[in-house]
């Protein structure tokens, strides 16, 4: 849990770790991500309290050392982290702004996460929620998982792109085509192996809710497709 606070006149962030848990939704990802071969989406340990700051703490000093956009930590305690203000979410952003000003703001955030990449960064849930944008630069928040507890760093990678198109698809439910031409240019300058993995595990996310219209399943194996998705961005 995140709370806006002042501190010397500057806005910052409380952020509180509760317990770990989520043992259910994780076994159950944990099963379809090994059923399905969804490498990218199998679920980082969910940690809580100390245990989760700390791998929060490590992780905005890997990133930041790699060049990428992170708050300041400004302070520490017990299950609690202050951190600096990176400016408004990616998400309040894209509901305030028209359609050009939505793709502007993508393409901007896949050009972070791309040039992020090329530094050897990964994020693990690079949702709207979980990226900032202050006017000027595309920012990023929210590390208390870390994917490479249980996958590689091309997984990871490609478990950004999923993430990232899975989040922003809900601003271009009546644009899905726009979307897609987005996407394509802005991967164009990812790595072979991510785009080929991500495309490995989307396909077979697609091939999962084909197959079960073509046996009269639909709603039992598209529900695991779009269920894998669900736990693998759950909010914690
Ligand atoms: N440093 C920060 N700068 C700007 N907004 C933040 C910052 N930290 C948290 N927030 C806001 O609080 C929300 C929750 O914080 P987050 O770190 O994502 O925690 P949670 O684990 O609860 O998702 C974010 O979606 C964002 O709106
Ligand atoms: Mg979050």
Same mark, same amino acid.
């Given at each position: 849990?995140? $709370?806006?606070?002042?501190? /010397?006149?500057?806005?910052? *962030?409380? @952020?509180?770790?509760? +317990?770990?848990? !989520?043992?259910?939704?994780?076994?159950?990802?944990? *099963?379809?991500?090994?059923?399905?071969?969804?490498?990218?989406?199998?679920? +980082?340990?969910? !940690?809580? %309290?100390?245990?989760?700051?700390?791998?929060?703490?490590?992780?905005?000093?890997?990133? @930041?050392?790699?060049?990428?956009?992170?708050?300041?930590?400004?302070?520490?305690?017990?299950?609690?982290?202050?951190?600096?203000?990176?400016?408004?979410?990616?998400?309040?952003?894209?509901?305030?702004?028209?359609?050009?000003?939505?793709?502007?703001?993508?393409?901007?955030?896949?050009?972070?996460?791309?040039?992020?990449?090329?530094?050897?960064?990964?994020?693990?849930? +690079?949702?709207?929620?979980?990226?900032?944008?202050?006017?000027?630069?595309?920012?990023?928040?929210?590390?208390?998982?870390?994917?490479?507890?249980? #996958?590689?760093?091309?997984?990871?990678?490609?478990?950004?792109?999923? #993430?990232? &198109?899975? %989040?922003?698809? @809900?601003?271009?439910?009546?644009?899905?085509?726009?979307?897609?031409?987005?996407?394509?240019?802005?991967?164009?300058? $990812?790595? &072979?192996?991510?785009?080929?993995?991500?495309?490995?595990?989307?396909?077979?996310?697609?091939?999962?809710?084909?197959?079960?219209?073509?046996? %009269?399943?639909?709603?039992?194996?598209?529900?695991?497709?779009?269920?894998?998705? /669900?736990?693998?961005?759950?909010?914690?």
């Amino acid at each position: 849990m995140a $709370e806006p606070i002042v501190l /010397h006149g500057q806005r910052a *962030w409380l @952020k509180q770790y509760g +317990p770990g848990g !989520r043992a259910l939704a994780s076994a159950v990802l944990t *099963w379809i991500s090994r059923r399905f071969q969804l490498d990218a989406l199998r679920p +980082p340990p969910h !940690r809580g %309290g100390d245990a989760a700051r700390d791998v929060e703490m490590r992780r905005l000093a890997e990133l @930041k050392a790699q060049d990428v956009n992170v708050p300041e930590v400004i302070g520490s305690g017990r299950a609690t982290l202050v951190l600096c203000d990176n400016g408004p979410s990616l998400a309040s952003c894209l509901r305030a702004a028209d359609e050009g000003g939505c793709d502007e703001l993508v393409v901007l955030a896949m050009r972070a996460i791309e040039q992020a990449h090329r530094n050897g960064a990964y994020f693990g849930q +690079p949702l709207p929620r979980n990226m900032t944008y202050d006017g000027r630069a595309i920012g990023f928040i929210d590390f208390e998982e870390d994917p490479l507890e249980v #996958m590689d760093l091309t997984q990871a990678q490609a478990r950004d792109w999923l #993430m990232f &198109a899975y %989040g922003v698809a @809900k601003y271009y439910r009546h644009r899905p085509g726009v979307l897609q031409a987005l996407l394509t240019k802005g991967l164009g300058d $990812e790595r &072979a192996s991510v785009l080929a993995h991500a495309h490995a595990v989307s396909g077979r996310l697609r091939q999962l809710a084909r197959f079960s219209l073509s046996l %009269g399943y639909s709603r039992r194996a598209a529900g695991v497709s779009i269920l894998a998705i /669900h736990l693998a961005t759950l909010r914690v």
